[in-house]
């Protein structure tokens, strides 16, 4: 056989031959390239794109599958002492647990931060997801996770969509998903399944705020007011002020609570002008009542939204047109309002001390504050979160955390509200502890302004009337 053909057969079976060689290994090098870009590198799980893949992959086969989002509660305080490191360790033995606990049907992808889902492939209904979101949380309260020798105590949100009536594609899905989700964290509810009328960008809660603005000119707003009594000390149950409550007299709805319109009122720019006209109707009523001789504070919640600079003036507009003393004036903002953005509360914090004026931080305890954001912040007084307070005297723990706020607030000069106290044995326990203040269903619910007058004026065994003999009632409100 002729030397040059078979050298040049040679060179062609080699040239083939690394050709393939070459194809092969670029079609590894695509196949990891392509699954490294579907996985989260830091737990191994999916990611957010794989998730969607998967997502739409059902979709087309026609199944029906239920998206369970979960946010982590106070994570960002174990990155803020324990340093990212130990945040990431949590992360991935998170990981670990909730895909031990979903089981091998379900698929669980980390979207981000302390972000996961849990993808069950269905057809899975209300109940079922339900049943499996509770059962992750559960994994989660029992998971013994530590970071070195620091054990860590982890729960979570849970926001529930289901294929079908919460959205036909990946994407609706997620946005259901996590509106769900952050209203479960803002009730405290652990689970939630999708709710169209808690959607800001919902059709139906676009209806709902116009018909708040209309509200607010038509004055279907009404505030009422619950008691704040002394604890401990010789003048223990003496009334101190009232915390001012807004809720909406629906025309067709009847009385609805904040929790019907408030959540996704707070997304909007309406929460400002809400925030006013809450402001402004508390401390006019608050100064009538002065004016009939019941001289007590007046608290006003305020959402995380509206804690700037801008909430000074709206504060001393109210102060300048109701007459009412800065010193009995008191504002609650929430946990999540110092997180959000712990510089800027504390500069509107101590603006306001400088003028005045008290703070309160609400729902203390519930998770999202670190010790690290209170340092510094100008505030007066600790509301505890009523989760501790209803179930004080069935579970020891809470009896232990409690005190253990208590202690702490008084160390630091803060005076302490115990809110949700529903029956005697709990007033005393709380008065024993040397909480501050009381308030709850024990001594009143929340009462529009004139029941709320007469409760005060029993409680202090006065008649009802002004000085000259005038009847006890409500002031036009000014609308917003």
Not at 205 to 214: D, F, I, K, N, Y
């Amino acid at each position: 056989m002729d030397t040059a053909w078979i050298a040049w057969t040679t060179v062609v079976l080699v040239t083939a031959a690394a050709a393939v060689a070459l194809a092969v290994v670029v079609h590894r090098r695509d196949r990891r390239t392509a699954r490294a870009a579907r996985t989260d590198a830091l737990t191994g799980l999916g990611n957010r794109a794989a998730l969607a893949e998967r997502v739409a992959a059902l979709l087309a086969e026609g199944r029906a599958p239920a998206l369970l989002l979960l946010d982590l509660d106070g994570f960002r305080d174990v990155n803020d002492t324990l340093g990212h490191s130990a945040g990431d360790a949590l992360l991935r033995q998170v990981a670990d647990v909730l895909e031990r606990t979903a089981g091998e049907q379900a698929q669980v992808t980390r979207l981000g931060g302390d972000e996961f889902a849990v993808l069950v492939p269905g057809p899975t209904d209300a109940s079922q997801a339900d049943v499996l979101a509770r059962r992750l949380l559960a994994g989660l309260a029992m998971g013994a996770f530590t970071s070195g020798e620091v054990p860590l105590d982890v729960q979570g949100s849970i926001g529930v969509a289901l294929a079908g009536p919460d959205g036909a594609t990946a994407e609706a899905l997620l946005q259901h998903a996590d509106v769900a989700m952050y209203a479960a964290k803002r009730a405290r509810a652990g689970v939630l399944r999708y709710d169209p009328a808690h959607d800001p960008h919902s059709t139906g809660a676009l209806e709902v705020l116009g018909q708040l603005r209309q509200a607010m000119e038509e004055d279907q707003l009404v505030v009422h007011y619950q008691p704040k009594v002394s604890g401990g000390g010789t003048g223990g149950g003496r009334l101190l002020g009232f915390e001012a409550l807004v809720r909406w007299q629906h025309p067709t709805r009847g009385l609805l609570p904040p929790a019907a319109f408030l959540p996704f009122v707070e997304r909007t720019r309406l929460i400002h002008p809400l925030t006013r006209w809450v402001l402004l109707t508390a401390t006019r009523q608050a100064a009538a009542w002065r004016a009939r001789g019941l001289d007590t504070t007046i608290a006003v919640n305020i959402s995380a939204a509206c804690l700037d600079e801008g909430l000074l003036g709206v504060v001393e507009e109210a102060l300048a047109l109701t007459r009412w003393p800065a010193q009995q004036l008191v504002l609650e903002i929430t946990e999540t309002a110092i997180v959000v953005d712990p510089d800027g509360a504390r500069r509107t914090v101590q603006r306001l001390r400088e003028r005045g004026v008290r703070v309160s931080v609400d729902d203390f305890g519930a998770g999202a504050t670190s010790l690290v954001h209170l340092r510094g912040l100008a505030v007066h007084e600790l509301k505890v979160d009523r989760q501790f307070v209803t179930e004080l005297m069935a579970h020891p723990e809470d009896e232990v955390i409690v005190s253990s706020v208590i202690a702490l607030a008084h160390r630091l000069g803060l005076v302490v509200v115990a809110e949700g106290v529903e029956d005697p044995r709990t007033a005393e326990r709380l008065r024993a502890m040397g909480c501050d203040e009381l308030q709850g269903y024990l001594f009143a619910r929340p009462l529009p302004a004139a029941e709320a007058l007469r409760w005060a004026l029993d409680a202090l065994g006065r008649e009802p009337g002004g000085p000259a003999g005038e009847p006890a009632g409500e002031p036009a409100a000014e609308p917003a």
